[in-house]
């Protein structure tokens, strides 16, 4: 059996007003305490590159496209997210796509598009928001998926550091 | 017709300040929690959100009103007027500041009206709010709401006693009835009631939290037990006229506050000070006790109903009694009796 004792409270505690002031006393110190909420549009979440967020695909500084079409990551998607349709060209890489959607709605932003990608043409980028009014309106062109190699740099040189990891640690 | 006019006038502003400062209470409630808590509260709407009661009103007046199966619609619909009405009924009668100036021979007051009973006439008002949360407790056909409003009057009925009998301590120190007197007789030195009158005025305090239902007494209201209490199946404006009614009650009780205890419009150190300085110091007043209304409720626990009813008739009201009873000794046989 659990018994309870309870402390006999003095006539100054009984009458409850020196605690109860005491609390007003907290409660007002903490009216003039910083506060925690984020005020989200003002101020965006932190990113960094390790943020997986929207895939990108990678704009080379001549303006050309890094991927080829060989569609390795539409294999890759988990999702069937990405649809991709190629054409050749008279660039040396010989491919580029003409058609290269992906769907914003279906996409889980698991990365293996990233990883499944030979010509290091397709990142996740930082950028997480994602809004409009109708669905038609979120399966992204290419062109809302070109990004300069610039604005994906940090994200890039992350993923190589990632994976040079094995060849580093490697002892075979 | 001029008189009229200035009669006209003073009743809109009278009423324009009183219902203008509960709209903003909403929005005062909201921004000081949100501060107690580390957080902004409303900022979106206008400057610092001070637009969002307008906003909540426009909402309110959008939202499709339900009345419950079985209930009884004109009761139902009766209850938020009977809430709304009493808190503002009272307001007619409280001295915002005081003679303003001679206007035809009349002197102007900075009150609706100045009637020789009006501490009586704000308690007899103010006693009726209790009727629209049983009424509307009652009329919903909802045993949450019954609950409510059965709790509502249980404790009104507990606490109006001792409240009546502190304000009744103060009626005895000013011989007078009328409530620009009452604050007429705390000009001076310490003259304020709260110093003559320390455990009238605590007991006055308790009580009025009681009456506005405000923490930690807010049990016709209490959402651990009673979802909403006996608004619960309001909706729409007339959920807002609940609310509406609270925290006009809320100010009603703030401004009786500040005229019963702390000299009403009175400057201190200044005997002769003009209208509006009159004015601005009753509303410093106010502000203050609406500040600890939101301040109180956001600091303690709600009481549990068996300590609320223990509070109120084990301890409040023997304590009023002797209050009552010491006061009328003084005044009988202690110094400066006749």
């Known amino acids: 059996m659990v018994v309870v004792e309870r402390k006999e409270l003095s006539f100054l505690e009984r009458i409850y007003f020196p605690a109860i002031l005491k609390g007003l006393k907290i409660t007002m110190s903490k009216m003039f305490a910083p506060r925690f909420t984020r005020q989200y549009p003002e101020e965006p979440l932190p990113t960094n590159e390790v943020t997986r967020g929207q895939p990108r695909l990678a704009v080379n500084p001549d303006d050309t496209i890094r991927c080829v079409s060989c569609g390795l990551c539409e294999a890759a998607c988990p999702a069937y997210a990405i649809t991709i349709d190629g054409h050749e060209t008279e660039r040396f890489i010989e491919r580029e796509p003409e058609r290269f959607d992906i769907d914003m709605l279906r996409c889980i932003l698991c990365g293996f598009c990233e990883e499944a990608c030979p010509k290091d043409a397709i990142y996740m980028s930082n950028e997480l928001e994602l809004a409009d009014f109708s669905r038609a309106a979120l399966v992204y062109d290419i062109e809302k998926l070109k990004r300069p190699v610039s604005a994906l740099q940090d994200r890039i040189d992350y993923v190589k550091k990632i994976n040079d990891r094995w060849q580093t640690s490697s002892s075979t | ?338």
């Open chain 2, 1 to 338: 017709m001029s008189m009229i006019l200035i009669w006209l006038l003073i009743t809109v502003a009278c009423y324009g300040a009183v219902i203008g400062t509960a709209a903003l209470m909403t929005f005062a409630e909201r921004k000081v929690s949100a501060a107690m808590q580390y957080r902004y509260g409303p900022n979106r709407v206008g400057p610092f959100g001070l637009l969002q009661p307008l906003a909540d009103g426009v909402k309110f007046i959008f939202k499709e009103e339900v009345i419950p199966a079985g209930a009884n619609p004109w009761i139902f619909k009766l209850a938020p007027i009977l809430t709304a009405l009493p808190a503002m009924l009272a307001i007619a009668v409280i001295p915002f500041t005081g003679v303003i100036g001679t206007f035809e021979g009349t002197e102007v007051l900075g009150s609706i009206a100045n009637p020789e009973i009006g501490i009586l006439y704000v308690l007899a008002v103010t006693g009726v709010g209790v009727y629209g949360a049983i009424l509307g407790g009652w009329a919903s056909n909802s045993k949450y709401s019954l609950l409510g409003g059965l709790r509502a009057s249980a404790q009104m009925v507990s606490y109006e006693l001792s409240l009546i009998l502190a304000v009744l301590a103060v009626v005895a120190t000013t011989g007078s009835l009328n409530l620009h007197e009452i604050v007429a007789g705390q000009s001076g030195w310490f003259g304020w009631n709260v110093f003559s009158q320390p455990l009238a005025f605590v007991l006055f305090l308790v009580c009025s939290y009681a009456e506005t239902n405000r923490h930690p007494f807010d049990f016709a209201e209490c959402e651990p037990e009673l979802v909403g209490g006996f608004h619960t199946e309001y909706s729409s404006m007339k959920f807002a006229m609940f609310f509406i009614g609270e925290y006009t009650a809320m100010v009603v009780m703030a401004c009786l506050t500040t005229t019963l205890f702390f000299g009403g419009y009175l400057v201190p150190f200044w005997a002769d000070a003009p209208w509006w300085m009159g004015l601005i110091a009753f509303g410093a007043k106010t502000s203050f006790f609406l500040l600890l209304f939101i301040w109180v409720r956001w600091t303690l626990p709600r009481f549990r109903y068996d300590q609320l009813m223990h509070l109120g008739w084990k301890v409040l009201f023997p304590l009023a009694l002797i209050n009552i009873f010491v006061t009328g000794l003084v005044i009988s046989f202690g110094p400066g009796a006749n």
